[in-house]
């Protein structure tokens, strides 16, 4: 742990780069493609945890921060990386999949749009 403790920016951060990266693994790829390459699976899961910590390290960093900011789902995604790390062989890749696609792209623009919002305010 470092001296200084990372701001709720920082988190979101590492938020936003594991998104960046998770997007750009699949882009090349279909879900037949993901389900073949277990590299690919594992590139992807691990991000989404990464995501989730980074979920639930701005959670503690500030904890009325949810309640601003409602559109982000960060215990839900805390919630999705516990279910990634401790049900690892039981890991529905469908599911998976369906989160890159569908929930991923929208959470980087918002997680973006709050960003530039505490970037305005002086936050970041």
Known sequence: MTAHPLRVADY??????AIDRIL?????TDESGFRQNPMLQDAVIRNLEVIGEASR????ADPTFAERHPQ?????????????SHAYFRIDLSTVWRTVHNDLPALRRQVE????????AGEA
Do not use: F, I, K
């Open 113 to 120: 749009a709050v960003l530039s919002g505490l970037r305005s």
């Open 57 to 60: 390290n701005t959670l503690r």
């Open 72 to 84: 982000l789902p960060l215990a839900l995604a805390y919630d999705m990386r516990n279910q990634l």
């Open 12 to 17: 979101l951060g590492h938020l936003a780069e």
């Open 24 to 28: 750009g693994y699949v882009a090349a």
